[in-house]
Protein backbone atom coordinates (compact mmCIF):
# COMPACT_ATOMS: atom_id res chain seq x y z
CA UNK A 1 0.00 0.00 0.00
CA UNK A 2 1.64 3.24 -0.71
CA UNK A 3 1.98 5.88 1.97
CA UNK A 4 1.50 9.38 -0.23
CA UNK A 5 -1.52 10.34 2.59
CA UNK A 6 0.91 10.20 5.49
CA UNK A 7 2.37 13.30 3.98
CA UNK A 8 1.42 16.87 4.72
CA UNK A 9 -0.87 18.70 2.22
CA UNK A 10 2.52 20.44 0.47
CA UNK A 11 4.30 17.55 0.54
CA UNK A 12 1.37 15.78 -1.52
CA UNK A 13 1.35 18.82 -4.05
CA UNK A 14 4.51 18.82 -4.92
CA UNK A 15 4.26 15.46 -5.77
CA UNK A 16 1.50 16.03 -7.81
CA UNK A 17 3.45 18.99 -9.97
CA UNK A 18 6.51 17.16 -10.25
CA UNK A 19 4.34 13.98 -11.77
CA UNK A 20 5.60 11.36 -9.00
CA UNK A 21 1.81 11.08 -8.61
CA UNK A 22 -1.99 11.61 -10.24
CA UNK A 23 -4.94 12.12 -7.89
CA UNK A 24 -5.89 8.85 -8.81
CA UNK A 25 -3.29 7.50 -6.75
CA UNK A 26 -4.82 9.43 -3.35
CA UNK A 27 -8.30 8.72 -4.09
CA UNK A 28 -7.12 4.92 -4.78
CA UNK A 29 -4.78 5.00 -1.22
CA UNK A 30 -7.99 6.71 0.80
CA UNK A 31 -10.31 3.85 -0.53
CA UNK A 32 -7.76 1.23 -0.47
CA UNK A 33 -7.47 2.72 3.66
CA UNK A 34 -10.75 3.15 4.15
CA UNK A 35 -11.95 -0.48 3.28
CA UNK A 36 -9.19 -1.91 5.10
CA UNK A 37 -10.58 0.76 8.25
CA UNK A 38 -12.97 -1.03 11.50
CA UNK A 39 -13.66 2.73 12.14
CA UNK A 40 -17.30 2.87 11.10
CA UNK A 41 -15.74 6.76 10.02
CA UNK A 42 -18.57 6.84 6.75
CA UNK A 43 -21.97 6.69 6.15
CA UNK A 44 -21.40 6.95 2.05
CA UNK A 45 -19.08 6.51 0.84
CA UNK A 46 -18.59 8.29 -3.21
CA UNK A 47 -16.57 5.92 -4.78
CA UNK A 48 -17.53 5.86 -8.42
CA UNK A 49 -18.08 9.83 -8.82
CA UNK A 50 -14.47 10.12 -7.20
CA UNK A 51 -12.20 8.00 -9.23
CA UNK A 52 -13.97 9.58 -12.23
CA UNK A 53 -13.58 12.90 -10.89
CA UNK A 54 -9.66 11.84 -10.48
CA UNK A 55 -9.39 10.95 -14.06
CA UNK A 56 -10.26 13.77 -15.43
CA UNK A 57 -8.38 15.94 -13.28
CA UNK A 58 -4.84 14.56 -15.10
CA UNK A 59 -6.20 16.65 -18.02
CA UNK A 60 -6.38 19.88 -15.70
CA UNK A 61 -3.74 22.49 -14.52
CA UNK A 62 -2.68 22.02 -11.20
CA UNK A 63 -3.86 25.82 -9.66
CA UNK A 64 -3.95 25.81 -6.09
CA UNK A 65 -2.52 23.98 -3.21
CA UNK A 66 -5.77 21.55 -2.50
CA UNK A 67 -5.88 20.71 -6.34
CA UNK A 68 -7.03 16.61 -5.96
CA UNK A 69 -6.68 16.60 -2.42
CA UNK A 70 -8.87 13.95 -1.30
CA UNK A 71 -11.65 15.02 1.00
CA UNK A 72 -14.32 13.71 3.62
CA UNK A 73 -17.49 15.84 4.20
CA UNK A 74 -19.36 15.03 7.63
CA UNK A 75 -23.07 13.94 6.67
CA UNK A 76 -24.95 16.55 7.59
CA UNK A 77 -23.92 18.94 4.57
CA UNK A 78 -25.74 18.75 1.70
CA UNK A 79 -23.90 17.63 -1.31
CA UNK A 80 -25.80 17.20 -4.70
CA UNK A 81 -26.58 13.66 -5.84
CA UNK A 82 -25.02 12.07 -2.82
CA UNK A 83 -26.96 10.49 0.28
CA UNK A 84 -26.72 12.81 3.08
CA UNK A 85 -28.39 11.43 6.24
CA UNK A 86 -27.22 13.89 9.11
CA UNK A 87 -26.73 9.70 10.89
CA UNK A 88 -30.65 10.06 11.26
CA UNK A 89 -32.96 7.17 10.20
CA UNK A 90 -35.50 9.90 9.20
CA UNK A 91 -33.28 11.23 6.55
CA UNK A 92 -31.36 7.92 5.34
CA UNK A 93 -32.36 7.90 1.75
CA UNK A 94 -32.42 11.66 1.51
CA UNK A 95 -31.08 12.67 -1.92
CA UNK A 96 -29.73 16.59 -2.04
CA UNK A 97 -30.91 18.77 -5.21
CA UNK A 98 -28.19 20.86 -4.38
CA UNK A 99 -24.41 21.40 -2.74
CA UNK A 100 -24.05 23.17 0.27
CA UNK A 101 -21.74 25.95 -0.29
CA UNK A 102 -18.28 24.86 1.21
CA UNK A 103 -18.92 21.60 -0.92
CA UNK A 104 -19.56 24.05 -4.26
CA UNK A 105 -15.74 25.95 -2.71
CA UNK A 106 -14.27 22.67 -2.32
CA UNK A 107 -15.44 21.35 -6.10
CA UNK A 108 -14.06 24.64 -7.53
CA UNK A 109 -10.72 23.93 -6.26
CA UNK A 110 -11.16 20.48 -7.20
CA UNK A 111 -10.20 18.83 -4.17
CA UNK A 112 -11.82 15.26 -4.17
CA UNK A 113 -14.90 14.12 -1.66
CA UNK A 114 -14.08 11.06 -0.81
CA UNK A 115 -17.55 10.15 1.37
CA UNK A 116 -19.82 11.26 3.84
CA UNK A 117 -18.57 11.08 7.89
CA UNK A 118 -20.64 9.36 10.68
CA UNK A 119 -21.10 11.73 13.52
CA UNK A 120 -24.32 12.17 15.91
CA UNK A 121 -28.07 12.17 15.20
CA UNK A 122 -28.61 15.68 13.64
CA UNK A 123 -25.35 16.46 15.50
CA UNK A 124 -26.29 16.23 19.09
CA UNK A 125 -24.25 14.08 20.84
CA UNK A 126 -20.46 14.11 22.10
CA UNK A 127 -19.46 10.25 21.71
CA UNK A 128 -20.76 9.44 18.15
CA UNK A 129 -23.11 7.14 20.11
CA UNK A 130 -26.32 8.79 18.87
CA UNK A 131 -25.64 7.88 15.30
CA UNK A 132 -28.09 6.07 13.44
CA UNK A 133 -25.62 4.15 11.66
CA UNK A 134 -23.60 2.69 14.55
CA UNK A 135 -20.88 4.92 16.49
CA UNK A 136 -17.52 5.58 15.13
CA UNK A 137 -14.77 3.97 16.85
CA UNK A 138 -11.75 6.23 18.45
CA UNK A 139 -8.65 5.32 16.12
CA UNK A 140 -6.28 5.20 19.34
CA UNK A 141 -8.10 2.61 21.50
CA UNK A 142 -11.63 1.34 19.62
CA UNK A 143 -12.93 1.03 22.94
CA UNK A 144 -12.99 4.83 23.93
CA UNK A 145 -15.53 7.25 22.34
CA UNK A 146 -13.85 9.18 19.60
CA UNK A 147 -15.61 12.33 20.79
CA UNK A 148 -18.64 14.17 18.76
CA UNK A 149 -20.31 15.11 17.10
CA UNK A 150 -17.86 15.23 13.91
CA UNK A 151 -16.93 11.55 15.04
CA UNK A 152 -16.03 10.28 11.82
CA UNK A 153 -14.74 13.53 10.60
CA UNK A 154 -12.12 13.35 13.31
CA UNK A 155 -11.40 9.70 13.20
CA UNK A 156 -11.23 9.46 9.44
CA UNK A 157 -8.49 12.18 9.45
CA UNK A 158 -6.39 10.89 13.10
CA UNK A 159 -6.60 7.43 11.09
CA UNK A 160 -4.79 8.99 8.12
CA UNK A 161 -7.84 7.83 6.09
CA UNK A 162 -7.94 11.44 4.45
CA UNK A 163 -6.17 14.06 5.03
CA UNK A 164 -8.91 16.66 5.59
CA UNK A 165 -12.47 17.03 6.57
CA UNK A 166 -14.90 19.24 7.43
CA UNK A 167 -17.00 18.71 10.85
CA UNK A 168 -19.58 21.41 12.41
CA UNK A 169 -19.49 22.63 15.52
CA UNK A 170 -22.39 24.07 17.45
CA UNK A 171 -21.21 23.64 21.34
CA UNK A 172 -17.63 22.24 20.72
CA UNK A 173 -18.52 19.19 18.15
CA UNK A 174 -15.68 19.93 15.84
CA UNK A 175 -13.21 20.44 18.96
CA UNK A 176 -14.45 17.97 21.14
CA UNK A 177 -14.01 14.87 18.87
CA UNK A 178 -10.29 16.59 17.65
CA UNK A 179 -9.48 16.65 21.54
CA UNK A 180 -10.57 12.90 21.68
CA UNK A 181 -8.84 11.77 18.59
CA UNK A 182 -5.65 13.86 18.13
CA UNK A 183 -7.14 16.01 15.53
CA UNK A 184 -6.37 20.00 14.84
CA UNK A 185 -10.44 21.21 14.55
CA UNK A 186 -11.00 24.81 13.90
CA UNK A 187 -14.47 26.59 14.63
CA UNK A 188 -13.87 29.24 13.13
CA UNK A 189 -15.71 32.96 13.90
CA UNK A 190 -19.95 32.65 13.21
CA UNK A 191 -20.48 33.63 9.61
CA UNK A 192 -16.85 33.36 8.50
CA UNK A 193 -17.83 30.06 6.24
CA UNK A 194 -21.35 29.73 5.32
CA UNK A 195 -24.33 27.82 6.36
CA UNK A 196 -25.48 27.54 3.30
CA UNK A 197 -26.31 23.71 2.97
CA UNK A 198 -26.22 22.76 6.27
CA UNK A 199 -28.60 20.71 7.89
CA UNK A 200 -29.61 23.21 10.80
CA UNK A 201 -29.21 22.75 13.98
CA UNK A 202 -28.82 25.38 15.84
CA UNK A 203 -28.98 28.49 13.60
CA UNK A 204 -27.64 30.84 16.02
CA UNK A 205 -24.68 28.46 16.64
CA UNK A 206 -23.76 26.58 13.93
CA UNK A 207 -20.51 26.76 11.87
CA UNK A 208 -18.41 24.37 9.43
CA UNK A 209 -14.97 24.35 10.17
CA UNK A 210 -11.81 22.16 9.19
CA UNK A 211 -10.55 19.37 10.69
CA UNK A 212 -6.49 18.09 9.74
CA UNK A 213 -3.70 16.18 11.01
CA UNK A 214 -1.24 19.70 11.52
CA UNK A 215 -2.12 23.37 11.72
CA UNK A 216 -0.73 25.34 8.47
CA UNK A 217 -3.57 21.87 6.63
CA UNK A 218 -5.97 23.54 9.10
CA UNK A 219 -5.28 26.81 7.68
CA UNK A 220 -5.21 26.30 4.00
CA UNK A 221 -8.44 24.52 4.04
CA UNK A 222 -10.30 27.84 6.20
CA UNK A 223 -8.73 29.67 2.86
CA UNK A 224 -10.84 27.25 0.76
CA UNK A 225 -13.70 27.29 2.17
CA UNK A 226 -14.13 31.16 4.47
CA UNK A 227 -16.17 34.06 2.66
CA UNK A 228 -19.14 35.87 1.78
CA UNK A 229 -21.91 34.32 0.72
CA UNK A 230 -24.81 35.97 -0.57
CA UNK A 231 -27.13 32.70 0.08
CA UNK A 232 -26.53 32.42 3.75
CA UNK A 233 -27.87 36.48 5.40
CA UNK A 234 -25.64 35.91 8.48
CA UNK A 235 -22.59 35.81 6.13
CA UNK A 236 -20.32 38.00 7.19
CA UNK A 237 -18.98 41.21 4.69
CA UNK A 238 -15.55 40.60 6.61
CA UNK A 239 -12.50 40.44 4.25
CA UNK A 240 -10.98 37.08 3.89
CA UNK A 241 -7.17 37.17 4.95
CA UNK A 242 -4.72 34.05 4.22
CA UNK A 243 -4.86 32.32 7.08
CA UNK A 244 -1.45 30.98 6.82
CA UNK A 245 -0.13 34.52 6.93
CA UNK A 246 1.15 34.26 10.59
CA UNK A 247 2.21 30.62 10.44
CA UNK A 248 5.51 30.35 11.44
CA UNK A 249 6.01 34.13 13.04
CA UNK A 250 7.34 34.86 15.88
CA UNK A 251 4.79 35.21 19.13
CA UNK A 252 7.15 36.84 21.61
CA UNK A 253 4.42 39.77 21.89
CA UNK A 254 1.18 37.74 22.33
CA UNK A 255 -0.87 38.77 25.20
CA UNK A 256 -2.89 35.87 26.13
CA UNK A 257 -5.25 34.84 28.46
CA UNK A 258 -6.13 31.80 31.02
CA UNK A 259 -9.69 32.23 32.36
CA UNK A 260 -9.48 30.24 36.34
CA UNK A 261 -12.76 28.62 34.90
CA UNK A 262 -10.58 26.46 32.41
CA UNK A 263 -8.41 25.63 35.02
CA UNK A 264 -10.36 24.94 38.11
CA UNK A 265 -10.90 21.63 39.54
CA UNK A 266 -13.78 20.36 37.35
CA UNK A 267 -10.74 19.80 34.99
CA UNK A 268 -8.94 16.56 35.13
CA UNK A 269 -5.52 17.46 37.07
CA UNK A 270 -3.17 15.56 34.72
CA UNK A 271 -4.87 17.72 31.92
CA UNK A 272 -4.21 20.85 33.32
CA UNK A 273 -1.02 20.12 34.21
CA UNK A 274 -0.52 19.62 30.40
CA UNK A 275 -1.89 22.87 29.96
CA UNK A 276 0.29 24.89 32.54
CA UNK A 277 3.72 23.23 30.99
CA UNK A 278 2.46 24.69 27.64
CA UNK A 279 1.74 28.22 29.50
CA UNK A 280 5.47 27.52 30.63
CA UNK A 281 6.57 27.46 27.21
CA UNK A 282 4.84 30.23 26.14
CA UNK A 283 5.86 32.52 28.98
CA UNK A 284 9.67 31.65 27.77
CA UNK A 285 9.11 32.49 24.19
CA UNK A 286 8.09 35.90 25.53
CA UNK A 287 4.32 35.70 25.33
CA UNK A 288 2.15 37.40 28.32
CA UNK A 289 0.17 35.21 30.05
CA UNK A 290 -2.23 36.33 32.77
CA UNK A 291 -4.49 34.52 34.83
CA UNK A 292 -8.32 35.78 34.78
CA UNK A 293 -11.47 35.63 35.93
CA UNK A 294 -14.82 35.58 34.12
CA UNK A 295 -17.78 35.58 35.29
CA UNK A 296 -20.44 34.14 33.03
CA UNK A 297 -18.60 31.25 31.40
CA UNK A 298 -20.14 29.04 34.39
CA UNK A 299 -23.40 28.96 33.05
CA UNK A 300 -22.68 27.38 29.59
CA UNK A 301 -24.72 24.16 30.20
CA UNK A 302 -28.26 25.89 30.71
CA UNK A 303 -27.40 28.39 28.44
CA UNK A 304 -27.03 25.64 25.47
CA UNK A 305 -29.83 23.64 26.67
CA UNK A 306 -32.38 26.84 26.47
CA UNK A 307 -30.92 28.26 23.04
CA UNK A 308 -29.61 25.35 21.24
CA UNK A 309 -32.55 23.36 22.05
CA UNK A 310 -35.23 26.12 21.13
CA UNK A 311 -33.93 26.69 18.17
CA UNK A 312 -33.29 23.29 17.51
CA UNK A 313 -37.10 22.30 18.05
CA UNK A 314 -38.03 24.70 15.81
CA UNK A 315 -35.13 23.90 13.07
CA UNK A 316 -36.38 20.21 13.14
CA UNK A 317 -40.08 20.52 13.06
CA UNK A 318 -39.48 19.94 9.23
CA UNK A 319 -39.37 16.67 9.38
CA UNK A 320 -42.83 15.69 9.38
CA UNK A 321 -42.95 12.66 6.50
CA UNK A 322 -44.02 14.91 4.06
CA UNK A 323 -41.70 16.90 1.52
CA UNK A 324 -38.64 14.08 2.02
CA UNK A 325 -37.58 11.42 4.38
CA UNK A 326 -38.79 8.60 6.22
CA UNK A 327 -42.51 8.12 6.30
CA UNK A 328 -44.43 6.16 9.07
CA UNK A 329 -46.89 3.41 7.40
CA UNK A 330 -49.10 3.88 10.49
CA UNK A 331 -51.24 6.99 10.41
CA UNK A 332 -54.93 7.85 10.00
CA UNK A 333 -54.97 11.62 10.06
CA UNK A 334 -52.15 14.27 9.44
CA UNK A 335 -51.06 14.95 12.84
CA UNK A 336 -50.68 10.86 13.52
CA UNK A 337 -48.54 10.57 10.41
CA UNK A 338 -46.24 14.01 11.99
CA UNK A 339 -46.20 12.33 15.30
CA UNK A 340 -45.64 8.04 13.95
CA UNK A 341 -42.83 9.37 11.70
CA UNK A 342 -40.87 11.76 14.27
CA UNK A 343 -41.51 8.71 16.57
CA UNK A 344 -39.66 6.28 14.40
CA UNK A 345 -37.58 8.34 12.59
CA UNK A 346 -36.22 10.17 15.43
CA UNK A 347 -33.49 8.52 17.84
CA UNK A 348 -33.37 8.81 21.95
CA UNK A 349 -31.63 11.68 22.09
CA UNK A 350 -32.97 13.83 19.32
CA UNK A 351 -36.64 13.55 20.85
CA UNK A 352 -35.43 14.24 24.62
CA UNK A 353 -33.92 17.49 22.88
CA UNK A 354 -36.84 18.33 21.06
CA UNK A 355 -39.31 17.47 23.57
CA UNK A 356 -37.03 20.10 25.86
CA UNK A 357 -36.81 22.97 23.52
CA UNK A 358 -40.37 23.11 22.24
CA UNK A 359 -41.21 22.92 25.96
CA UNK A 360 -38.75 26.18 26.52
CA UNK A 361 -40.13 27.93 24.00
CA UNK A 362 -44.20 27.56 24.72
CA UNK A 363 -46.24 29.80 26.60
CA UNK A 364 -44.80 31.71 29.74
CA UNK A 365 -41.27 29.57 29.60
CA UNK A 366 -40.29 31.81 26.74
CA UNK A 367 -40.30 34.72 28.40
CA UNK A 368 -39.11 33.17 32.36
CA UNK A 369 -36.11 30.87 29.85
CA UNK A 370 -35.33 31.78 26.52
CA UNK A 371 -35.38 35.43 27.27
CA UNK A 372 -33.43 35.16 30.12
CA UNK A 373 -31.01 33.09 28.90
CA UNK A 374 -30.62 35.65 25.59
CA UNK A 375 -29.59 38.24 28.27
CA UNK A 376 -26.99 36.10 29.88
CA UNK A 377 -25.47 34.99 26.14
CA UNK A 378 -25.20 38.83 26.08
CA UNK A 379 -23.10 39.49 29.03
CA UNK A 380 -21.51 36.63 28.71
CA UNK A 381 -19.93 38.06 24.72
CA UNK A 382 -19.99 41.30 26.35
CA UNK A 383 -17.45 39.50 28.75
CA UNK A 384 -15.17 38.20 26.15
CA UNK A 385 -15.28 41.33 23.96
CA UNK A 386 -13.69 42.55 27.15
CA UNK A 387 -11.19 40.35 27.47
CA UNK A 388 -10.00 40.22 23.81
CA UNK A 389 -9.97 44.41 24.12
CA UNK A 390 -6.70 43.22 26.63
CA UNK A 391 -5.73 40.31 24.84
CA UNK A 392 -4.97 38.59 21.36
CA UNK A 393 -5.96 35.00 22.43
CA UNK A 394 -7.49 32.74 25.36
CA UNK A 395 -6.23 29.05 26.42
CA UNK A 396 -7.64 26.55 28.22
CA UNK A 397 -8.11 22.66 27.30
CA UNK A 398 -10.70 21.78 25.25
CA UNK A 399 -12.09 19.30 27.43
CA UNK A 400 -12.74 18.65 31.10
CA UNK A 401 -10.81 14.82 30.27
CA UNK A 402 -9.49 12.82 27.38
CA UNK A 403 -11.51 10.01 25.95
CA UNK A 404 -13.79 7.13 27.78
CA UNK A 405 -14.98 4.13 27.29
CA UNK A 406 -17.74 3.70 24.87
CA UNK A 407 -21.52 3.08 26.33
CA UNK A 408 -20.23 5.04 29.69
CA UNK A 409 -23.23 6.89 31.15
CA UNK A 410 -25.16 6.64 28.08
CA UNK A 411 -28.90 7.01 30.01
CA UNK A 412 -26.85 9.94 31.69
CA UNK A 413 -29.22 12.95 29.79
CA UNK A 414 -27.03 15.60 31.20
CA UNK A 415 -23.48 13.87 29.94
CA UNK A 416 -22.73 14.90 26.84
CA UNK A 417 -23.29 18.29 27.64
CA UNK A 418 -21.22 18.84 30.48
CA UNK A 419 -18.43 17.18 27.17
CA UNK A 420 -18.85 20.59 26.15
CA UNK A 421 -18.36 22.55 28.87
CA UNK A 422 -15.42 24.75 28.12
CA UNK A 423 -16.74 24.42 23.95
CA UNK A 424 -19.86 25.90 24.41
CA UNK A 425 -19.20 29.68 25.55
CA UNK A 426 -16.93 30.15 22.49
CA UNK A 427 -20.22 29.61 20.60
CA UNK A 428 -22.55 31.77 22.43
CA UNK A 429 -20.07 34.61 21.43
CA UNK A 430 -19.50 33.42 18.13
CA UNK A 431 -16.03 33.51 18.46
CA UNK A 432 -13.46 31.44 16.43
CA UNK A 433 -11.88 28.84 18.24
CA UNK A 434 -9.04 25.31 17.95
CA UNK A 435 -8.48 22.31 19.82
CA UNK A 436 -4.67 21.43 19.22
CA UNK A 437 -2.92 17.89 20.38
CA UNK A 438 -0.68 19.03 23.28
CA UNK A 439 -0.18 15.37 24.51
CA UNK A 440 -1.75 12.18 26.08
CA UNK A 441 -3.04 10.53 28.59
CA UNK A 442 -2.83 6.77 29.14
CA UNK A 443 -2.11 6.90 25.55
CA UNK A 444 -5.21 8.89 24.59
CA UNK A 445 -4.71 12.36 23.00
CA UNK A 446 -5.13 15.73 25.02
CA UNK A 447 -6.26 18.60 23.00
CA UNK A 448 -5.37 22.35 23.82
CA UNK A 449 -8.47 25.37 22.87
CA UNK A 450 -7.34 28.39 21.51
CA UNK A 451 -9.58 30.78 21.15
CA UNK A 452 -9.01 34.26 18.95
CA UNK A 453 -10.60 37.50 18.55
CA UNK A 454 -13.11 38.01 15.83
CA UNK A 455 -12.29 37.52 12.55
CA UNK A 456 -8.68 36.88 13.38
CA UNK A 457 -7.99 32.73 12.76
CA UNK A 458 -4.92 33.78 11.39
CA UNK A 459 -3.68 34.74 15.10
CA UNK A 460 -4.58 31.57 16.11
CA UNK A 461 -2.92 29.48 13.72
CA UNK A 462 0.47 31.20 14.57
CA UNK A 463 0.50 30.05 18.21
CA UNK A 464 -0.82 26.65 17.00
CA UNK A 465 1.82 26.31 14.83
CA UNK A 466 4.38 27.66 17.64
CA UNK A 467 3.00 24.97 19.81
CA UNK A 468 3.09 22.10 16.99
CA UNK A 469 6.54 22.76 16.30
CA UNK A 470 7.67 22.79 19.94
CA UNK A 471 6.23 19.36 20.48
CA UNK A 472 6.52 17.43 17.41
CA UNK A 473 3.97 14.64 19.03
CA UNK A 474 3.78 11.87 16.87
CA UNK A 475 0.12 11.84 16.48
CA UNK A 476 -0.39 8.57 14.72
CA UNK A 477 -2.44 6.23 15.89
CA UNK A 478 -1.27 3.25 14.00
CA UNK A 479 2.29 3.61 15.76
CA UNK A 480 5.63 3.36 13.62
CA UNK A 481 3.29 1.95 10.73
CA UNK B 1 -39.05 12.99 37.41
CA UNK B 2 -42.00 14.50 35.15
CA UNK B 3 -45.89 12.95 35.27
CA UNK B 4 -47.41 11.33 32.21
CA UNK B 5 -49.37 14.20 32.15
CA UNK B 6 -46.83 16.57 31.67
CA UNK B 7 -44.83 14.28 29.12
CA UNK B 8 -47.79 14.34 26.92
CA UNK B 9 -47.88 18.24 26.90
CA UNK B 10 -44.14 18.34 26.20
CA UNK B 11 -44.15 15.47 23.30
CA UNK B 12 -47.69 17.20 22.01
CA UNK B 13 -45.67 20.36 21.61
CA UNK B 14 -42.90 18.81 19.24
CA UNK B 15 -45.18 16.10 17.98
CA UNK B 16 -43.80 13.47 19.16
CA UNK B 17 -45.60 10.25 19.75
CA UNK B 18 -44.57 8.34 23.65
CA UNK B 19 -44.45 4.74 23.44
CA UNK B 20 -46.12 3.47 26.46
CA UNK B 21 -42.07 1.79 28.24
CA UNK B 22 -40.50 5.30 27.45
CA UNK B 23 -42.57 7.15 30.04
CA UNK B 24 -40.45 6.39 33.03
CA UNK B 25 -37.03 7.14 31.19
CA UNK B 26 -38.37 10.38 29.70
CA UNK B 27 -40.00 11.44 33.15
CA UNK B 28 -36.72 11.02 34.70
CA UNK B 29 -34.27 12.14 32.06
CA UNK B 30 -36.13 15.28 31.45
CA UNK B 31 -36.90 16.01 34.85
CA UNK B 32 -32.82 16.01 34.80
CA UNK B 33 -32.28 18.61 31.96
CA UNK B 34 -35.25 20.76 33.23
CA UNK B 35 -33.55 21.47 36.88
CA UNK B 36 -30.30 22.36 34.63
CA UNK B 37 -32.11 24.90 32.61
CA UNK B 38 -33.94 26.20 36.00
CA UNK B 39 -30.32 27.77 36.77
CA UNK B 40 -30.18 29.88 34.20
CA UNK B 41 -33.21 32.14 36.21
CA UNK B 42 -30.84 32.76 39.01
CA UNK B 43 -28.54 34.09 36.83
CA UNK B 44 -27.22 37.44 37.98
CA UNK B 45 -27.62 39.92 35.16
CA UNK B 46 -26.56 43.21 36.71
CA UNK B 47 -29.83 44.40 35.48
CA UNK B 48 -29.06 43.80 32.14
CA UNK B 49 -31.85 43.90 30.08
CA UNK B 50 -30.40 44.24 26.25
CA UNK B 51 -30.53 40.45 24.58
CA UNK B 52 -28.36 38.60 21.66
CA UNK B 53 -29.94 36.75 19.77
CA UNK B 54 -26.99 35.77 17.05
CA UNK B 55 -23.19 36.61 17.15
CA UNK B 56 -24.39 38.11 13.56
CA UNK B 57 -23.34 42.22 12.87
CA UNK B 58 -25.04 42.15 9.16
CA UNK B 59 -27.57 45.20 9.56
CA UNK B 60 -30.76 44.65 7.31
CA UNK B 61 -30.38 42.04 5.06
CA UNK B 62 -32.67 42.29 2.09
CA UNK B 63 -32.68 39.73 -1.29
CA UNK B 64 -33.50 41.50 -4.35
CA UNK B 65 -36.93 41.26 -5.51
CA UNK B 66 -35.94 39.89 -8.42
CA UNK B 67 -36.63 36.39 -10.41
CA UNK B 68 -33.19 34.26 -9.68
CA UNK B 69 -32.82 30.16 -10.49
CA UNK B 70 -35.49 28.12 -9.67
CA UNK B 71 -36.00 24.33 -8.83
CA UNK B 72 -38.00 22.23 -11.48
CA UNK B 73 -40.51 19.65 -10.22
CA UNK B 74 -38.90 17.19 -10.57
CA UNK B 75 -36.19 18.28 -8.26
CA UNK B 76 -38.76 19.36 -5.71
CA UNK B 77 -40.61 16.02 -5.92
CA UNK B 78 -37.73 13.88 -5.65
CA UNK B 79 -37.67 12.62 -1.89
CA UNK B 80 -41.14 13.07 -1.74
CA UNK B 81 -43.03 9.60 -0.70
CA UNK B 82 -46.37 10.19 -1.68
CA UNK B 83 -46.73 12.17 -4.89
CA UNK B 84 -49.19 12.22 -7.78
CA UNK B 85 -46.25 13.71 -10.33
CA UNK B 86 -48.01 16.98 -10.03
CA UNK B 87 -48.75 17.22 -5.57
CA UNK B 88 -47.20 16.05 -2.71
CA UNK B 89 -49.90 13.69 -1.12
CA UNK B 90 -51.03 14.22 2.27
CA UNK B 91 -53.73 13.04 4.41
CA UNK B 92 -57.03 15.33 4.12
CA UNK B 93 -56.38 18.33 7.04
CA UNK B 94 -59.94 19.97 6.56
CA UNK B 95 -62.75 18.05 8.02
CA UNK B 96 -65.99 18.64 6.01
Not at chain 1, 126 to 145: A, C, I, K, Q, R
Not at chain 1, 377 to 386: A, H, M, V
Request: hydrophobic share 35%; net charge negative.
Amino acid sequence: MSKYLDLSIKEINELLKNKTIKPLDLVNEAFERIESSNLNAFITLNKEEALKEAKELENKEIDNILFGIPVAIKDNIVTKGLRTTAASHILDDFDPIYDAEVVRKIKDSHMIIIGKTNMDEFAMGSTGETSYFGNTLNPWDNTMVPGGSSSGSAAAVSARLVPIALGTDTGGSIRQPSSFCGTVGLKPTYGRVSRYGLIAFASSLDQIGPITRNVIDNALMLNVIAGRDDKDLTSSYEDVTDYTSLIGKDIKNLKIAVPDFYMSDAIDKEVRNKVTNIIDMLKKAGCTVHSISMKYVENAIPLYQVIALGEASSNLARYDGVKYGYVTSEYKDIEQLYKMTRYEGFGREVKRRLMIGSYILSGKNADKYYRKALIVRKKLTDEFKDVLSKYDLIIGPTNTDSAYPLGTKQDDALKSFYDDLLTIPVNMAGLPAMSLPIGFKNGMPVGMHIIGNYFKEEVIYQLASYIEKELNLNLDPRGDK
Amino acid sequence: MLSKEEIDHVAELARLHVDDSEYELYGKQLYDILSEIEKIESVDVEGETKIMISPCTNINEYSNDSIGPMLSKEDILKNVKHSNGDYIVVPTVINE
